[in-house]
């Protein structure tokens, strides 16, 4: 459905959605189209300043007055300091309708440079930093009987690519959470939905270059950046549908040969690594 027939349709009335990495890149996008949907978020993020001018921005798309732009600024990772702010929030606005997993990052560099406190910091972010949300808000979903979690893995969620090494485990753990959640949180009538976006062009995409292995970078550029504005209109369309994999662009096809000829995508990962690495003067 055309972007601009929703907005008139305007699905997310009366909705809210909770949503962590709100401030910038996806979990921004997101927020934004879900108030030009017509709903009311939360976004929730590390840093205040960044997060109002998110705010501001975002206010800017709403629809009419009822609808409402909040912030928290905390670390979706401490259970302790998020789980009052979001207790708070619910009293004043009662349980959201969703919630939105947008926090995470990419480390990527050469196996050999990383150490295991960089493979805790990937985990914890990109895992526990979905995870505690989840866990903060589910009680209300379960008693409600009503409820969406959609998180947030990528195309590397389902394949592995050199470099990555610390990034893909953390976000196969999010897909195995969310077929967890789905099979258990179905008699709760509570919905889950995993996205696997493609790279896009983020304020962390930048920072995450800064690092990156050559080889990487050289089997990246073949497949283009998707902005964050196209992923998330996939992902809220997803949603909208009730659809449990999201998959834009290229991660589609490429989830799909990988479920039923993974070896196409292995000697294909494989191969394009050796040309990287010969085109670099290594052997």
């Not at 109002?52 to 300091?81: G, H, L, P, W, Y």
């Not at 409600?144 to 893909?168: C, D, E, H, P, Q």
């Not at 834009?248 to 995508?265: D, L, T, V, Y």
Request: glycine residues 8%; hydrophobic residues 35%.
């Amino acid at each position: 459905m055309k972007k601009e027939k929703l907005i008139r349709q305007q699905p997310f009335k009366d909705k809210i959605a909770i949503i962590t990495g709100g401030s910038q890149g996806l979990g921004k996008a997101t927020a934004k189209y879900f108030v030009e949907l017509g709903g009311s978020v939360c976004i929730v993020a590390r840093r205040t300043e960044i997060l109002k001018r998110a705010a501001n921005e975002i206010d800017e798309v709403k629809f009419d007055d009822s609808q409402f732009i909040e912030i928290i600024a905390c670390d979706t990772t401490i259970m302790d300091k998020l789980k009052p702010l979001l207790t708070e929030f619910i009293e004043k606005y009662g349980i959201p309708d969703y919630l939105f997993n947008c926090v995470g990052y990419a480390y990527a560099d050469y196996i050999e440079k990383i150490s295991l406190e960089d493979y805790k910091k990937n985990m914890e972010v990109n895992y526990y930093g979905q995870l505690v949300p989840i866990l903060i808000l589910l009680p209300y979903f379960m008693k409600k009987k009503k409820g969406y979690i959609a998180n947030v893995s990528s195309i590397l969620g389902y394949m592995g690519l050199m470099g990555f090494t610390t990034y893909v485990p953390s976000k196969y753990a999010v897909v195995g959470l969310s077929e967890t959640l789905r099979n258990e949180l179905k008699p709760y009538k509570i919905y889950v939905s995993i996205l696997y976006p493609p790279s896009m062009d983020t304020p962390g995409f930048k920072i995450e270059n800064e690092t990156k292995p050559e080889e990487c970078r050289i089997m990246e550029a073949r497949g283009g950046l998707k902005t964050p504005e196209d992923v998330a209109e996939v992902f809220i369309h997803g949603i909208l549908k009730n659809k449990f994999n999201i998959l834009p662009g290229e991660a589609k096809f490429i989830w799909k040969i990988n479920r039923h000829f993974p070896k196409i995508i292995r000697y294909w990962s494989d191969k394009s690594y050796k040309k990287a690495r010969k085109r670099l003067g290594k052997t």
